[in-house]
């Protein structure tokens, strides 16, 4: 069974950084897209940010030249590198990536990490 890992959210004041990391584990064949979503209270989860296997990305408007999202096929591993950030992206980020096991491909979810920018 494969899952998704999330690690490197906490606190931070505005105009800080910081990186989550996401890491596949189990048996997988290959993985597609991999991305960043995230959720705020009382808000529907958003595209943060989407990259494909060759490197192509996808950001959203209101991330656009503060964050930056990479990831390396070896490890099976995807990065946000987040800097500037500012207290309206406090939310749960949850990584999600199209994942081939050798038997069949599936949409997975990690379980989320908080990340919470102060004022």
């Known amino acids: 069974q494969v899952q998704l890992v999330e690690s490197g959210g906490g606190l931070v004041q505005a105009g800080g950084s910081l990186r989550l990391s996401c890491a596949a584990s189990g048996s997988i064949f290959s993985i597609n897209a991999m991305g960043w979503y995230r959720q705020a209270p009382g808000k529907q989860r958003e595209l943060v940010a989407v990259i494909t296997r060759f490197g192509s990305t996808n950001y959203a408007d209101s991330v656009k030249g503060r964050f930056t999202i990479s990831r390396d096929n070896a490890k099976d591993t995807v990065y946000l590198q987040m800097d500037s950030l500012k207290p309206e992206d406090t939310a749960v980020y949850y990584c999600?990536?199209?994942?081939?096991?050798?038997?069949?491909?599936?949409?997975?979810w990690g379980r989320g990490t908080q990340v919470t920018v102060s004022s």
């Open positions: 999600n990536a199209d994942v081939v096991d050798g038997v069949r491909g599936q949409n997975l």
